[in-house]
C-alpha cells in the first residue's frame, strides 16, 4: 500500500465503483461518503418540511391528514436531527480535513473510521426502516405518549441508539488522532481552529451520546419489558426521561453547532487576508462552550413542574453559554475589520451564519429567562430561535464549507456568480421563512400543531412561500456544484493551512514526508505570508 | 473479491473488532498505534461509565423516592449468590491482569490458560445471574413489578450484555493466541481486551452492594 504509486494518483482516481468507496478506509473518501450521505438525508427531511409548510398554508386540512402532518414532523426532526446534521460537519468535513489540516496520513485508526460509517449506514436503514408504521411522537420521543402509542417507536430509538455508536466512535477516532499525529511543530497552539472545533465536538459525541444511549435503551424496554421508569402508573417519572433526553440532546445541540463555528473560523481570515483575531480565545471558548452544554439541560423543562431554585440555577448557566459564543462572534468580527474583504461565495455564507446564528443565539437568550420562557415554550419562538441555530448557523456554515473546499475535494472549480445568485435565494427564503414563525410564537402559536387559528393565517402563509425561494435556492445551488466551470489549482484561494499546500484533489496518502510546521496557520498579510 | 471479504468479516466477528489495527495496513509505527489504541480504550470506557451513569443517576433518583421499596427489594435478592458472582468476577479479574502481564514476557501459555480461566468464570457468573432471574420469575417477579425491579433487571441486564460482549473479546483473542498472533512486541488487543474486562468487573462491584445490600 506504501509504495510510491499511490502519489501519483488523488483520491478520487484511486480505484472506481461502488466496492472502491464503500470498502476504503482512506479517510477523505469516507468524509466524502459521509457528506453524501448527509446530503440525501437532507433533502429528504427537507421534502418532509416542505409538506409541513404546505400543509399550513390554510388553516384546517390543506393537503395531509392530522396523523400523516404527525409523522411528517416526526420523520423531518428524527431525519434532520439523527442523520443530518449531528453526524452533519463533523462527519463529512472532519474526516476528509482533520488529517490534512494535521499532515496526517489518515485519521488514527482507520478501520474503525470504516465500521462507523457502516453502523451509521446500518442505523440510518434501521431509523427508516420504521416507516412501514411510521412514528407520530416527534423527534424528542416524551414520554408517556412514546410508551402509549401504537407506532414504530422501538424501531426508531434503535435506529438512533446504533447511530450513537457511530458517533462515539467517530469522536474517539478524532480525539486519539488529533493527540498522536500532529505533524512535527504543530503545537496545540498552531492546531487550525477547525480541528479545535471538531475536538470540542468530539467530546462532547464521546461524553453524551452514551447517556441518550441507555435513556432510549431504557425506552425500549418500558415497551418491551414493561419496564416503569419513565411510566407515571408504575411510580416512573415522564420528566426524569426529559431530563435523561436533554442531557444529551442539549450538548448535542453544540455537537451541530461547534464544527460550524470553526469552518467560520477558517473561511474568514482567508478571505479578510489578516491572521485571526484572538486565536486562543476561540480555541478556548470551544472547549469552554463544551463544558457548558452539559450544565444547562434543565432549560427545556422550565414548565415542566421542576423545582423553582433548578430552574434559576438552570437559567443562569444557560445565560453563561453566551459568553464563549460572544467572544466567538466578537473575534470574527475583529478579525474581517480593516481587512481585505474578498465576498466569495463561501465568504458570504460565513457572513449570513454570523448574522443568523446572532439572531438565533439571542432568541434563545428570550427563552433561557424564565419568565419568557413561561410564554414562549412550545411556541413557534422556539421553532423559529432552532432553525435560526440549525439552519442559520449549521447549514451555512456547512454551504461555507462546501463552497471552500469545493477545488481541495473535487479538484474543480464552480460557477461563483451562479452560487451567489443560489445564495442570495437561499438567504431570503430562509428569513422569509422563518422570521414570520419568532412573530407568529410571541402571538401563541404552538409548535407541533395541526390547526391555526384564521388570524395566524397571513403569517404562515408567507412562512410557507419563503420555503418556495428556499427550494429554488437550494435546487440551484446542487446544479451549479454538480456543472464544474474547470480544473482547479492546488490554492486557488492562497490559504495557508496544509490541506491547501497539496495538489487538489490530494493524493491517496495525502503527504510525501510528513511536513514541519514552524509558524501560526493564520499569518495572512503578514511578512510570513510574503515569504510562503 | 471483497464483498466475499466483507461476508467473511460478518460471519467472523474478529475481524470487525475496533480498536484492533493490523499492524501491516497502518501507516504509523507500532509504538504510536499502541499508545493510540489504549487512549481509544479508555476513552471508550467513559462511555461505558456514562452508559451505566443513566441507570445509577435512576437508582439514586427512585431510591430518595420509595425508601421502603427498595429495602423491600434488596431483602428479595440472594445474597450468596450475590456474593458469590462477586467473588467470581473480581477473581476473572485477575486472571485477565496476569495474562496481560505474561504476554510481555512472551509466556503465551501461561496467557491461554488465564483467558480460559477468565472465560470459565464469566461462565459460572452468568449460569448463577439465569438461576437468580428464573427464580424470580417463578415467583412471578419481572422488570414490571415495580421500580425497584426494573433497576434491578435494567442494570443486570445491560451489565450482563456487557459479559457477553466481555467473553466475545476474550474469546477472539483467545483463539488469535492459537494462532501466534501475540507477542511480547505484539500485545495491544490483550491489554485493551483486558482493560474492558475490567470494566465489567468493576460495574458490577458497585452493582453488587447498591441491589443486594441495600
Known amino acids: 500500500m506504501t509504495d510510491h504509486h499511490d502519489f501519483d494518483k488523488n483520491y478520487l482516481e484511486n480505484g472506481k465503483g461502488f466496492k472502491s468507496w464503500f470498502f476504503s478506509v482512506d479517510h477523505k473518501r469516507l468524509g466524502v461518503m459521509y457528506l453524501w450521505a448527509i446530503g440525501v438525508f437532507f433533502v429528504l427531511a427537507a421534502i418532509a418540511s416542505f409538506l409541513i409548510r404546505f400543509e399550513h398554508l390554510s388553516p384546517g386540512q390543506t393537503i395531509v391528514s392530522a396523523q400523516t402532518y404527525n409523522v411528517l414532523f416526526t420523520l423531518h426532526g428524527a431525519v434532520m436531527v439523527f442523520l443530518f446534521i449531528v453526524p452533519g460537519v463533523a462527519a463529512s468535513f472532519g474526516n476528509f480535513l482533520i488529517p490534512l489540516m494535521i499532515g496526517a496520513r489518515d485519521v488514527i485508526f482507520p478501520k474503525l473510521n470504516l465500521y462507523s460509517f457502516w453502523v451509521y449506514c446500518a442505523g440510518s436503514i434501521i431509523l427508516l426502516g420504521s416507516l412501514l408504521a411510521p412514528v407520530d411522537t416527534g423527534w424528542t420521543f416524551y414520554t408517556p405518549y412514546s410508551i402509549d402509542t401504537g407506532t414504530n417507536v422501538i424501531m426508531v430509538t434503535f435506529g438512533v441508539f446504533v447511530l450513537g455508536f457511530s458517533s462515539i466512535l467517530t469522536g474517539i477516532n478524532f480525539i486519539v488522532t488529533m493527540h498522536k499525529l500532529r505533524a512535527p511543530g504543530l503545537t496545540w497552539d498552531r492546531l487550525p481552529l477547525f480541528c479545535w472545533a471538531a475536538y470540542a465536538t468530539s467530546l462532547l459525541q464521546v461524553l453524551a451520546t452514551p447517556v441518550v444511549g441507555i435513556t432510549l435503551l431504557l425506552l425500549i424496554g418500558e415497551r418491551y419489558f414493561g419496564l416503569g421508569f419513565f411510566d407515571p402508573a408504575k411510580g416512573g417519572d415522564p420528566v426524569l426521561f426529559q431530563h435523561f ?288 | 473479491m471483497q464483498l466475499m471479504k466483507f461476508i467473511k468479516s460478518l460471519a467472523y466477528p474478529s475481524e470487525m473488532l475496533p480498536p484492533i489495527i493490523e499492524e501491516e495496513e497502518s501507516h504509523f509505527d507500532p509504538e504510536t498505534v499502541h499508545s493510540s489504541a489504549k487512549m481509544g480504550m479508555w476513552l471508550f470506557l467513559a462511555t461505558e461509565l456514562l452508559l451505566f451513569g443513566g441507570l445509577f443517576a435512576a437508582y439514586a433518583i427512585f431510591r430518595a423516592k420509595y425508601p421502603v421499596m427498595f429495602l423491600e427489594g434488596s431483602d428479595s435478592l440472594d445474597v450468596v449468590l450475590g456474593s458469590v458472582n ?123 452492594p447498591l441491589l443486594y445490600l441495600a
Not at chain 1, 453544540?254 to 470553526?262: E, F, K, R, V
Not at chain 1, 430552574?311 to 470574527?332: D, E, L, M, Y
Not at chain 1, 401563541?444 to 435556492?473: C, D, K
Not at chain 2, 459460572?124 to 427464580?135: G, P, V
Request: hydrophobic share 50%; glycine share 8%.
Open chain 1, 245 to 532: 433526553f436533554w442531557f444529551y440532546s442539549h450538548p448535542a445541540v453544540y455537537i451541530m453547532i461547534l464544527p460550524a463555528m470553526g469552518i467560520i473560523s477558517e473561511v474568514l481570515p482567508v478571505f479578510s487576508r489578516k491572521p485571526i483575531f484572538g486565536y486562543k480565545a476561540i480555541a478556548y471558548s470551544s472547549l469552554a462552550i463544551a463544558l457548558i452544554s452539559f450544565l444547562v439541560w434543565g432549560h427545556h423543562m422550565f414548565t415542566s413542574g421542576q423545582s423553582k431554585l433548578i430552574n434559576i440555577i438552570f437559567s443562569v448557566i444557560t445565560f453563561a453559554v453566551a459568553v464563549p459564543t460572544a467572544i466567538k462572534v466578537f473575534n470574527w468580527l475583529w478579525t474581517m475589520y480593516k481587512g481585505s474583504i474578498e465576498l466569495s461565495t463561501a465568504m458570504l455564507y460565513s457572513l449570513a451564519f454570523i448574522f443568523l446564528f446572532t439572531i438565533g443565539g439571542l432568541t434563545g437568550l428570550f427563552l433561557g429567562a424564565l419568565a419568557a420562557d413561561v410564554h414562549l415554550h412550545d411556541t413557534y419562538f422556539v421553532v423559529a430561535h432552532m432553525h435560526y441555530v440549525m439552519i442559520g448557523g449549521t447549514v451555512f456554515g456547512l454551504f461555507s464549507a462546501i463552497h471552500f473546499w469545493y477545488p481541495k475535494m473535487w479538484g474543480k472549480m464552480f460557477d461563483e456568480f451562479k452560487a451567489k445568485i443560489a445564495f442570495v435565494l437561499i438567504f431570503i427564503g430562509f428569513n422569509v421563512v422563518f422570521f414570520p414563525q419568532f412573530i407568529l410564537g410571541t402571538q401563541g402559536m404552538p409548535r407541533r400543531y395541526f390547526n391555526y387559528s384564521p388570524e395566524f393565517a397571513f403569517l404562515h402563509q408567507l412562512s410557507t412561500y419563503g420555503t418556495w425561494i428556499l427550494g429554488v435556492g437550494f435546487i440551484l445551488m446542487l446544479y451549479v456544484l454538480c456543472r464544474p466551470t474547470g480544473p482547479a489549482s492546488a490554492n486557488p484561494y492562497n490559504s495557508l493551512s496544509l490541506e491547501w499546500q497539496m495538489p487538489s484533489p490530494p493524493p491517496t496518502l495525502n503527504f510525501k514526508e510528513i511536513p514541519t510546521v514552524n509558524d501560526s496557520t493564520y499569518a495572512y498579510g503578514t511578512k510570513i505570508e510574503q515569504e510562503a
Open chain 2, 86 to 208: 462477586t467473588v467470581i468476577l473480581i477473581f476473572s479479574s485477575w486472571t485477565v491482569a496476569i495474562a496481560v502481564q505474561a504476554i510481555q514476557e512472551n509466556k503465551i501459555k501461561l496467557v491461554q490458560v488465564m483467558i480460559w480461566i477468565t472465560l470459565i468464570c464469566a461462565t459460572i457468573f452468568a449460569i448463577n445471574k439465569y438461576f437468580e432471574y428464573t427464580y424470580k420469575f417463578s415467583k412471578g417477579i419481572g422488570p414490571g413489578t415495580d421500580i425497584f425491579y426494573s433497576i434491578y433487571f435494567a442494570s443486570t441486564g445491560v451489565h450482563m450484555l456487557h459479559v457477553f460482549i466481555g467473553m466475545i473479546v476474550l474469546g477472539i483473542i483467545l483463539k488469535k493466541t492459537y494462532q501466534g498472533r501475540y507477542s511480547k512486541d505484539n500485545f495491544t488487543a490483550i491489554e485493551i481486551g483486558g482493560l474492558y474486562w475490567h470494566l465489567v468487573d468493576l460495574v458490577w462491584i458497585y452493582l453488587f
